[in-house]
């Protein structure tokens, strides 16, 4: 069982320790910054030697430690070789000057390293420490992980849904934030499920738990978060492997610089060799090959972009993706569940002459109430929004691929398809067969009474998110669904998509995605939530699942989870691929451009330690302030 007073001393104790590193790290720049000045005052080389130690002490074990990792060529070793060098020629200033304000640049590195990586947990890291469990008729404070599936738990007005459960009682709000990055409340209907991590906005409600803390929504977005810092982007895989060549080469150079103005001068005889000058200039050298700027700018701007993107509700799986996202020219969606709701609306009543559209649509939903069909769900809502009240259920017969028969005030009221007309031996009237849309019909004792259409409908940001789609340069939009294609050419019509396909089984999907790759070099990004999704969402360079009602195979599959309904996050989610991209791109030609231009100064005798400095630790904290602007640009 754990303890809330332990996991409090132990957060009080890490803080102390931050707390004396703190002072610690600060005492000895500033000890090592004020022997540097009495050194130049008094001219003194024991003064200088005290002012290096401080700071070149613990360079000089990340430089053992690396060794015995043989790690032979790293910052470390280069900065040591360098500031020793200097000690050498009689450099004293220059060579205590570099090592301390590569330690002021390290040290004010890893702080906005540690602010970006402190930020992002914090904003996933929501899991409430304590949760209230109904046990014998007592509310007991526990760890959520001594939770039990199945047992319920209480979660006050404004306090945070530790685990995942459904309601128990009435339906009641939720702040969405912490799962979706919106405020805007979500309304839950008893019954229906609860994530970790919702917070409660009106009263105290009850839930019963489905999932044990480790499975919640909440430490799966974390797991997810966590786990996408360790799928590298191909930018973050090229610094590396371009760190490991790049760093022995340019210390070959360093040699050579100082070797062939020697051989040179020996062999003409008409060159003056001065080996302190051309000593200083390898030393030059060293200092700014360090490639700290890239080892560290790079995988901090993906990083940042990931922390960015999960503060919106937009779960990115790796950099990787975050990188592919950003070249996407061709979308895919899914229709229902994705551009839809998932949620039947009645949109047309057309009862027969003589009977009124209150009385078609009183038996038509009085036959259904039974039902759990999500067109009956649809037909009991329109009567409860009209305020119809229904008949009392007799018998219930269900007809498999037509409808349902059910006994009402004595009459025999059937409801279902047009194919349920034929198998009574009604005529189909043609308005009937001319209407758009999924159609229930009503026959009373035999006669037919009218028709219903009923229609999925559009989600109130999916115009949005189309539109937005084109401004990105995204002209290729299509949309696959298993509906009948008249239905899926009207929805593509209304959102202005030229490319719309229907009557498509899973396998289907995944040839028409198939079909896109093999006919171009189309990247493509495919737009699912159900489990049949799964196949194509895995077949697509990018895979986004919409994950607020989504399945679990589509949120597993996808590399990409939007953890809202809105398709409009798609958006933000291409939006966080181009941003980060840029500003890898920025980090790159600056480091590159500014250690290339000094590199090049350094070896004919035009720049000093102090530029090297700069082109090492300035350029690394520019690189590393840069990557902390994505936090601001993705909105």
Not at 216 to 222: F, G, M, N
Request: charge should be neutral; charged fraction near 20%.
């Amino acid at each position: 069982m754990s303890c809330t007073c332990c996991s409090h001393d132990h957060g009080h104790t890490a803080a102390r320790h931050g707390q004396k590193d703190f002072i610690k790290e600060y005492g000895r720049i500033i000890g090592s910054g004020l022997l540097l000045a009495a050194g130049a005052l008094f001219r003194s080389p024991v003064c200088y030697l005290a002012a290096y130690l401080p700071v070149a002490l613990p360079v000089l074990k990340e430089a053992r430690e690396g060794l015995a990792r043989r790690e032979y060529f790293n910052e470390f070793t280069l900065m040591l070789i360098a500031t020793l060098g200097a000690f050498a020629i009689g450099e004293y200033p220059e060579a205590v000057a570099v090592m301390l304000f590569y330690s002021v640049g390290e040290h004010l590195q890893e702080r906005a390293v540690g602010k970006v990586h402190r930020n992002i947990r914090a904003l996933l890291d929501l899991r409430p420490e304590k949760a209230v469990v109904l046990r014998d008729g007592q509310a007991l404070s526990i760890s959520p992980q001594e939770v039990q599936t199945g047992e319920v738990i209480e979660v006050k007005a404004g306090g945070r849904v530790p685990l995942d459960g459904t309601l128990c009682n009435a339906d009641a709000s939720f702040n969405t934030a912490a799962l979706t990055g919106e405020s805007l409340p979500r309304r839950i209907e008893k019954g229906g499920e609860v994530p970790a991590g919702l917070i409660a906005a009106e009263r105290t409600v009850r839930l019963r738990v489905i999932r044990p803390f480790a499975e919640s929504a909440l430490s799966r977005i974390l797991r997810m978060v966590q786990e996408a810092s360790e799928r590298k982007a191909p930018a973050e895989l090229f610094i590396r492997r371009f760190a490991r060549i790049y760093t022995p080469v340019v210390t070959g150079l360093a040699v050579l610089i100082v070797l062939l103005p020697w051989l040179w001068s020996l062999c003409s005889g008409r060159f003056d060799y001065g080996f302190g000058d051309w000593l200083y200039r390898a030393l030059v050298f060293l200092v700014v090959s360090c490639p700290c700027a890239l080892v560290i700018g790079i995988p901090l701007s993906y990083f940042g972009g990931i922390g960015a993107a999960s503060r919106r509700g937009i779960l990115f799986k790796g950099g990787n993706y975050l990188d592919a996202i950003a070249h996407i020219d061709t979308v895919v969606f899914d229709k229902t569940g994705t551009l839809t709701r998932g949620e039947f609306d009645v949109q047309v009543c057309v009862p027969r002459p003589g009977i009124s559209e209150e009385d078609l649509i009183r038996l038509a939903a009085s036959a259904e109430q039974e039902s759990i069909h999500p067109l009956a769900a649809a037909l009991m809502r329109h009567a409860q929004a009209r305020h119809i009240s229904l008949l009392p259920v007799l018998e219930v017969e269900e007809l498999a691929g037509f409808g349902i028969r059910a006994t009402l005030d004595g009459r025999k009221i059937s409801v279902g398809n047009i194919r349920l007309l034929e198998r009574e031996g009604i005529a189909c009237p043609p308005e009937l067969r001319e209407a758009e849309g999924t159609i229930v019909a009503c026959t009373d004792e035999g006669r037919y009474i009218g028709f219903l259409i009923l229609a999925d409908t559009l989600k109130e940001d999916a115009r949005q998110a189309i539109d937005g789609l084109k401004e990105l340069n995204i002209k290729n939009i299509q949309i696959l669904s298993g509906d009948k294609q008249s239905i899926v050419t009207t929805f593509a019509r209304r959102l202005h998509i030229g490319q719309a396909y229907g009557d498509l089984l899973p396998e289907d999907k995944v040839k028409h995605i198939e079909n896109l790759r093999l006919n171009g070099d189309s990247r493509i990004a495919f737009v699912g939530d159900g489990i049949n999704d799964a196949p194509a969402l895995a077949l697509s360079n990018v895979g986004i699942a919409m994950g607020r009602w989504g399945s679990d195979a589509a949120i597993e599959t996808a590399d990409v989870v939007i953890q809202t309904d809105r398709p409009s996050r798609i958006l933000t989610a291409i939006w966080a691929g181009r941003h980060t991209r840029r500003i890898v791109r920025q980090n790159i030609l600056l480091a590159l451009g500014v250690k290339i231009a000094v590199l090049a100064l350094g070896a004919v005798g035009m720049a000093t330690l102090w530029e090297a400095v700069f082109a090492d630790v300035g350029v690394a904290l520019l690189a590393v302030l840069n990557a902390m602007r994505i936090q601001k640009l993705i909105k």
